[in-house]
């Protein structure tokens, strides 16, 4: 792979409006997730700028622990056409440490009823010593777009 990211885009018949308010929304996640990993918020607040922190519980069955909680803070909130967050941990000592990748959802608005949304999970920043230990992207290639269909199901019930 000559890049370090992977993206998926699917057209959705809502306003770009609607979708990005849905994507604010942590409590969400879960069902957006196309992996299962997510289980729910542990940060309810609906995410309204840069630099908010926000805790997902989450379960991978790889991980030490099984249950395990990560930290997003959110790295892009340009509604109504860009929401983004880095993902990370919070150490013992209370101190946030972000692994480098990125989730982020663009959103072109087609027309007053249609959005295009490309999600796109970038690991570029991960330093050396994580690649290590992880592999990148740590899931295959249908969970973004099981993501974006996941969102579609969503918006458009709503």
């Not at 919070?90 to 663009?106: A, T």
């Amino acid at each position: 792979m000559d890049h370090e990211y992977v993206s998926a885009t699917l057209k959705v018949a809502v306003p770009a409006a609607r979708v990005f308010a849905v994507l604010a929304d942590p409590t969400v996640h879960a069902a957006i997730d196309g992996t299962g990993w997510v289980q729910e918020a542990a940060d309810r607040a609906p995410l309204t700028e840069v630099g908010q922190v926000f805790r997902m519980n989450m379960y991978h069955p790889d991980h030490p622990n099984g249950d395990y909680q990560v930290a997003n803070k959110v790295h892009v909130l340009d509604p109504p056409r860009a929401i983004g967050w880095l993902t990370g941990q919070e150490k013992e000592d209370g101190q946030l440490d972000f692994g480098g990748w990125l989730w982020r959802y663009d959103l072109t608005p087609l027309g007053p009823s249609e959005t295009e949304v490309t999600l796109t999970y970038d690991w570029s920043a991960v330093p050396q010593y994580i690649r290590e230990y992880l592999r990148f992207p740590p899931f295959g290639p249908e969970h973004l777009t099981n993501s974006l269909r996941h969102l579609a199901e969503l918006v458009s019930s709503g």
